[in-house]
């Protein structure tokens, strides 16, 4: 998915301007299912996708779009 199709799903467009500044021009598939099941309008999800399939982007949009909306974020990752 292309990064401004997230705007359809939610997304805020200054939050979408902030990532294509840090290089991000399209969402992974993990990304983009976690867009289009609600990520940018609040809902809670659980994500589970292999290393390097952008799970620690998802959780910044979720932060930052929670953040912009009063609310709080729980990311929670586990190391063995």
Do not use: W
């Not at 301007?17 to 983009?32: D, I, W």
């Not at 952008?54 to 959780?59: F, N, R």
């Amino acid at each position: 998915m292309d990064i401004n199709e997230a705007t359809a799903f939610g997304a805020d467009p200054e939050v979408l301007k902030v990532l294509q500044k840090t290089g991000v021009s399209q969402f992974t598939r993990a990304q983009e299912a976690a867009i289009k099941s609600g990520l940018c309008r609040g809902e809670s999800l659980l994500i589970a996708a292999p290393t390097s399939s952008g799970k620690t982007t998802i959780a910044e949009i979720a932060a930052i779009h929670g953040a912009l909306r009063k609310r709080k974020t729980v990311y929670l990752v586990t190391h063995r």
